[in-house]
């Protein structure tokens, strides 16, 4: 008897957006029985990383290198500090929503390509991968 559990509840969402735009994305957030979630009271916080998706070696194994987070970190260059420091999450409210921002100026310095990106929350202890997908830079004529 071949019985499975499957502990990995992220979606998949894959972003397209335009380097040196504004990015912005309202996400809802509610329970398995659909009930929306009380993110600022239950003191939910949020982390996105953006990450190159290399090609896996001979050996099977990758190495992805950090282009953009959420999370604060030391940097060599500017460029770099602006870019980890770069993506906020907003507006955390009772009625299930954050949004997830990023100002032209961060990601007028964002390079153009497709990464691969993801979002988790955190309660307490606990850490859930809830979106996950392809991250798509294009290149914007007017920067």
Same mark, same amino acid.
């Given at each position: 008897?071949?019985? *499975? ?8 969402l894959? !972003?397209?957006? &335009?380097? %040196? $735009?504004?990015?912005? !994305?309202?996400?809802? =957030? #509610? $329970?398995?029985? %659909?009930?929306? !979630? ?5 003191? @939910?916080?949020? =982390?996105?990383?953006? *990450?190159?998706? +290399? +090609?896996?070696? &001979?050996?099977g194994?990758s /190495?992805r290198?950090?282009v ?5 970190? #030391?940097?060599?260059s500017k ?16 009625? %299930?929503?954050v *949004? ?7 990601m007028? $310095?964002? +390079?153009?390509?497709? @990464?691969? @990106?993801?979002? /988790? /929350? #955190? ?7 809830? =979106?996950?997908?392809?991250? &798509?830079?294009?290149? $914007? !004529?007017?920067?």
């Amino acid at each position: 008897m071949a019985n *499975k559990v499957n502990l990995d509840v992220s979606e998949k969402l894959d !972003i397209t957006c &335009r380097r %040196g $735009d504004t990015f912005s !994305i309202t996400l809802t =957030l #509610k $329970d398995s029985s %659909g009930t929306l !979630i009380q993110l600022d009271t239950l003191g @939910y916080e949020f =982390l996105m990383d953006v *990450k190159t998706n +290399p +090609p896996q070696n &001979r050996s099977g194994s990758s /190495q992805r290198e950090v282009v953009a987070s959420s999370a604060l970190s #030391k940097s060599q260059s500017k460029v770099s500090e602006k870019l980890s420091n770069g993506f906020e999450f907003v507006d955390i409210s009772d009625s %299930g929503t954050v *949004k997830v921002t990023a100002s032209s100026d961060v990601m007028a $310095d964002f +390079p153009v390509g497709v @990464y691969v @990106y993801d979002i /988790q /929350q #955190k309660v307490g202890d606990e850490v859930t991968t809830i =979106l996950k997908g392809s991250f &798509r830079v294009n290149e $914007d !004529i007017s920067n």
